[in-house]
């Protein structure tokens, strides 16, 4: 449920970041958001087919899908990779309501 939360947090950020970029005429650079949502999505698959091997029989479980370089390359690798470009984009977009100071 976690991997499939970050699908959808890039999916509304991407939508409010369009929208707030096409006002301040900003670059396009909420497109990244959707590059983030197709890795996270590898790595939900990836971490569905390894769930779906887990809870296989043994006789039926392929051994490669549980093995430790498949989750790294499907699973952790897109996901990191996902969720740092999301936050250089929201900090690119959002990040002047951090900086914001009252005068």
Same mark, same amino acid.
Do not use: D
């Given at each position: 449920m976690s991997t499939l939360?970050?699908?959808v947090l890039f999916?509304?950020? #991407?939508? /409010?970041?369009?929208r707030f970029g096409s006002v301040l005429k900003m670059p396009p650079l909420y497109k990244w958001f959707y590059l983030s949502e197709a890795l $996270? /999505? *590898?790595?939900? *698959?990836?971490?569905?087919?390894? #769930? =779906?091997n887990f809870l296989a029989t043994p006789q039926n479980r392929a051994v490669r899908v549980m093995s430790l370089p498949f989750a790294l390359v499907f699973y952790h690798l897109?996901? $990191?990779?996902? *969720? $740092?470009? =999301?936050?250089?984009i929201t900090w690119k977009y959002w =990040?002047?309501?951090i900086t914001e100071q009252k005068k």
């Open positions: 939360s970050i699908l999916y509304i950020i #991407a939508k /409010l970041s369009e $996270t /999505l *590898v790595a939900l *698959v990836a971490h569905l087919i390894q #769930a =779906g897109p996901l $990191t990779i996902a *969720v $740092t470009l =999301g936050l250089f =990040g002047w309501l």
